[in-house]
């Protein structure tokens, strides 16, 4: 089976359930939008094994073309909205694309590709036109995941990869029903927000709503109005939406009584209270439209006051822990049991996990091999030999541990990959190629760090004597216009001082992060 083949295996049993829910579209009628984009498409020389890149925010037309594109054997390279010309154009050319369907905000001059208005009103499909025959092994989107300049990594995934994660998704079955509504706020071309939106949409026949924007007003709005069951979000969202009905409660002096009742719930329950316990959820839940059940966080880890604050709430609060590798979510916790801190369960169907290396605290290196663990990094064997070993297990550079319930826990990272508050990810590597073109510039170390409780990137730069603050400054803020501003470093220190190095000249991140902690890089641009 194929992606396009999974959502006939939909509309056959789902025909006439909404699959976008704002738009009021049906399964059946989803069906002939994508045949008719297929034909559109088609019409502009698309034929199978084109790379097609999909630039856009969450809008109807995102899922259709998507869809199209498999109609027709292509490619569907996703492209991230926050990214810069060049970085398109370089992420293009690596992946030889042939055309980038994007919303018109995104055009621009380039000889790279060719641009297609994605808003474009499609005609009628093609009566000649059949969907091509793809095998499940073939290639089905193209993500880059160590960003995208210099040498990147680029992550094929097949129609196999995708149709077993949505299989896998089967885990979540006692929380997720047909005709439930799907929150789709997070970006379709993150591969979480692709997971939950678009391939467990598939595989329980739920609605997505989708919504372009993060504006909290909108979404707000949405929850009033649409009601939605399943809310997947990144942790930091969970976490301001927690704090804002926290401090609504202080304002209006009822927060101690709502806490101490959340707290104890359970026992207040066992004594016939149970009332008190609900009548202080309602109005909290009211905030959600009232019928939310499910919460799903991932993209990092969710502190444990934050969960434990929701499943008091009376939500099933989910975390799953997974990587574009491994198409998003491969482990996915039990709601049953107790996992605190930073637990984010078990490998799901038809995959599994060893942890390796481990420490006198039982803390290793996590590898995993199964179903949707993708074949290797486009082109780059060098580094598929680096991360896979003889027996297809795959190295994800995560350290975690695991209880006696069989749940993993995150420890914290052996690659050095930034996860920034939002869930988005930052490489290093990727940085410190764009900084050490800088005159002036002999090191550069850039790495996760902490600046008034919040995580930044932060550089530290070993620079020519005769180098000033402000000259630096202004130099790192030209080099950060090349990259997405989620990435871009505000928070940096100069030294004079070589970096310290290991043995093969490579910079010892840790140490240097030490130092900074230490005090021993003064000049500071904070």
């Avoid at 104890?264 to 019928?291: A, C």
Wanted: charged share 25%.
């Amino acid at each position: 089976m194929n992606m396009y083949q999974l959502l006939e295996k939909a509309v056959v049993t789902w025909p006439d359930y909404l699959i976008l829910v704002r738009e009021e579209v049906t399964f059946s009628a989803f069906l002939d939008l994508v045949k008719a984009r297929a034909a559109s498409l088609h019409a502009a020389g698309i034929e199978r094994g084109d790379v097609v890149g999909v630039l856009s925010h969450n809008i109807p037309q995102f899922p259709i073309t998507m869809f199209a594109i498999w109609y027709l054997g292509g490619r569907v390279l996703l492209l991230d909205t926050n990214l810069t010309p060049f970085e398109y154009d370089n992420m293009a050319e690596i992946t030889k694309c042939k055309m980038v369907c994007a919303e018109k905000s995104f055009f621009y001059k380039t000889d790279k590709f060719t641009f297609y208005d994605i808003t474009k009103k499609d005609g009628k499909p093609n009566p000649d036109l059949t969907a091509a025959p793809v095998e499940s092994t073939e290639i089905a989107t193209l993500s880059f995941t160590s960003g995208s300049t210099g040498t990147p990594k680029v992550v094929p995934l097949t129609h196999f990869n995708l149709i077993e994660c949505a299989n896998s998704l089967q885990d979540m079955h006692e929380w997720i029903n047909a005709g439930d509504i799907m929150y789709g706020f997070l970006p379709m071309y993150h591969i979480f927000g692709f997971a939950v939106e678009i391939l467990a949409t598939l595989h329980y026949g739920s609605g997505m709503l989708l919504q372009p924007t993060v504006n909290p007003k909108e979404i707000m709005a949405d929850f009033k109005k649409y009601k939605p069951q399943i809310i997947p979000a990144v942790p930091r969202l969970f976490e301001v939406i927690r704090n804002r009905i926290i401090d609504t409660l202080k304002e209006k002096h009822m927060w101690w009584l709502a806490s101490f009742v959340l707290k104890y719930g359970k026992w207040l329950e066992k004594l016939g209270l149970g009332f008190l316990v609900r009548k202080v959820q309602k109005p909290v839940l009211e905030i959600f439209g009232g019928r939310a059940r499910l919460l799903i966080a991932g993209g990092a880890a969710t502190k444990p006051e934050v969960e434990k604050f929701y499943e008091r709430l009376g939500l099933t609060f989910i975390q799953g822990y997974g990587l574009t590798e491994t198409v998003g979510p491969i482990c996915i916790s039990k709601p049953t049991k107790k996992r605190f801190p930073f637990a984010f369960g078990a490998p799901t169907s038809n995959n599994e996990c060893e942890i390796r290396d481990k420490n006198e605290d039982g803390v290793g290196v996590l590898w995993l091999r199964g179903h949707q663990v993708f074949g290797g990094y486009l082109n780059n064997p060098t580094v598929n030999e680096q991360v896979f070993d003889e027996r297809g297990f795959f190295n994800t550079g995560d350290m975690v541990s695991m209880d006696k319930n069989g749940e993993l826990h995150f420890a914290g990272r052996k690659k050095q990959v930034i996860v920034l508050d939002s869930g988005k990810n930052v490489y290093p590597d990727e940085l410190e190629g764009l900084f050490m073109k800088i005159p002036g510039v002999k090191n550069v170390a850039v790495f996760e760090h902490k600046v008034k409780d919040k995580t930044v990137t932060y550089g530290v730069f070993s620079v020519d004597k005769d180098m000033t603050l402000d000259t630096l400054s202004a130099a790192i803020a030209q080099a950060n216009k090349k990259v997405a501003s989620y990435k871009w470093v505000t928070h940096f220190a100069m030294t004079t001082d070589e970096l310290p190095m290991t043995s093969t000249q490579k910079v010892k991140h840790h140490v240097v992060r030490q130092n900074l902690i230490d005090g021993k890089y003064p000049i500071r641009h904070e």
